[in-house]
């Protein structure tokens, strides 16, 4: 069983920056594609960005591009989303997720292990 702890997430006015972590506890990290996901309340979880298990491959929502950057530390099992130019509809529980399959994909249903979430809030 793989277990991913989400850090980083807290309460940032519109415009500021967070850079959230999650940290794996597989030893075969480096072979996994990642995943951070968000839910805002009462809306259906989506993807935010994804990434392959050396980084060269990643994914990134419309509405993040240019905003929202994802890398994976291999050395650390590590993988970080920075979030810049934060909105205030960015606020929602963000979510790591991880699966044992190298290559990216966006669909929801292939990623097997997920963190608790971390809330991030933008006030305006």
């Known amino acids: 069983q793989v277990q991913l702890v989400e850090s980083g997430g807290g309460l940032v006015q519109a415009g500021g920056s967070l850079r959230l972590a999650c940290a794996a506890s597989?030893?075969?990290?480096?072979?996994?594609?990642m995943a951070w996901f968000r839910q805002a309340p009462e809306k259906e979880r989506e993807l935010v960005a994804a990434?392959?298990?050396?980084?060269?491959?990643?994914f990134y929502l419309d509405s993040v591009k240019g905003r929202f950057t994802i890398s994976k530390d291999n050395a650390k099992s590590t993988v970080y989303l920075q979030m810049n130019g934060l909105k205030p509809e960015d606020t929602a529980v963000y979510y790591c997720?991880?699966?044992?399959?190298?290559?990216?994909?966006?669909?929801?249903?292939?990623?097997?292990?997920w963190g608790q979430g971390i809330q991030v809030t933008v006030s305006s």
């Open positions: 990434i392959n298990w050396n980084g060269g491959t990643t």
């Open positions: 597989s030893p075969t990290f480096s072979t996994y594609r």
């Open positions: 997720a991880a699966d044992r399959r190298s290559w990216l994909d966006i669909r929801t249903e292939l990623y097997t292990y």
